[in-house]
């Protein structure tokens, strides 16, 4: 079975510090991955896929970049945080790109101050 | 653009009694998106709850139901009896574009808190 983690549960950060979020993927290999991010109040936005090692789209812009150094993992990160960057989250993947269904881990909630 | 509208924010439904959480979307591609309800229950991760990809088709699990409407562009989460460990938040949500994107649009999600 595939099992996905997320890391940190969660984070409380400064402005203007630099932060990494980082998920993997166990039991899949070479899925679709993807980054989601949901403000306080707001709906879940896509924010990153990736469809192999070393290769990342973004999606939308919001001063984030995105990673695939592995297979199986894949890394959100920024080197100055705003305050509007609060929010959760979401790691997903799936067997194959387009419509194909999605699963996602845990989460990382994130409180930027 | 694509967009999905749900029920907004919290729904209030006592144990045993009957429920509906109510979808519509909006889709540009030329084709017809698949449609997925997702859960997330409290202290957990966003779950698949029910997918449907064929126009005209109902999906269900855990006694949940939706039907894919094409003519009202409607994708209704439905059940006939609620349990308290039903307590969640319901994201409706489609994925349009072929492709890799893999873009899923959400709805803004409905809390329903089922009273015992």
């Known amino acids: 079975a595939q099992t996905i983690h997320q890391w940190p549960v969660a984070e409380i950060k400064a402005v203007g510090s630099p932060l990494s979020l980082g998920c993997t993927i166990k039991?899949?290999?070479?899925?679709?991955l993807y980054w989601y991010w949901q403000a306080t109040g707001g709906t879940l936005q896509q924010l990153f896929y990736?469809?192999?090692?070393?290769?990342v789209e973004s999606v939308v812009q919001l001063n984030l970049s995105a990673s695939r150094p592995k297979d199986d993992q894949f890394i959100l990160s920024t080197e100055k945080l705003l305050l509007s960057h609060s929010g959760f989250y979401l790691c997903?993947?799936?067997?194959?790109?387009?419509?194909?269904?999605?699963?996602f881990g845990p989460g990382t909630r994130l409180l930027v101050l | 653009g694509d967009s999905v509208t749900q029920t907004e924010g919290q729904v209030t439904v006592s144990e045993s009694k009957s429920l509906i959480i109510n979808c519509t979307y909006s889709?540009?591609?030329?084709?017809?998106?698949?449609l997925f309800w997702y859960v997330r229950y409290p202290g957990e991760g966003l779950q698949l709850l029910l997918k449907?990809?064929?126009?005209?088709q109902k999906g269900s699990s855990r006694g949940f139901e939706a039907t894919y409407n094409k003519e009202a562009t409607s994708f209704h989460l439905q059940k006939a009896s609620v349990q308290e460990s039903d307590s969640a938040v319901y994201y409706c949500?489609?994925?349009?574009?072929?492709?890799?994107?893999?873009?899923?649009?959400f709805g803004l999600g409905t809390t329903l808190q089922v009273q015992p």
């Open positions: 997903a993947w799936s067997r194959t790109g387009g419509r194909d269904t999605q699963y």
């Open positions: 039991g899949k290999s070479s899925p679709n």
């Open positions: 990736s469809i192999t090692v070393g290769q």
């Open positions: 889709a540009t591609s030329i084709g017809y998106p698949n």
């Open positions: 449907v990809i064929t126009a005209g």
């Open positions: 949500a489609l994925s349009d574009k072929a492709g890799n994107t893999g873009k899923l649009i």
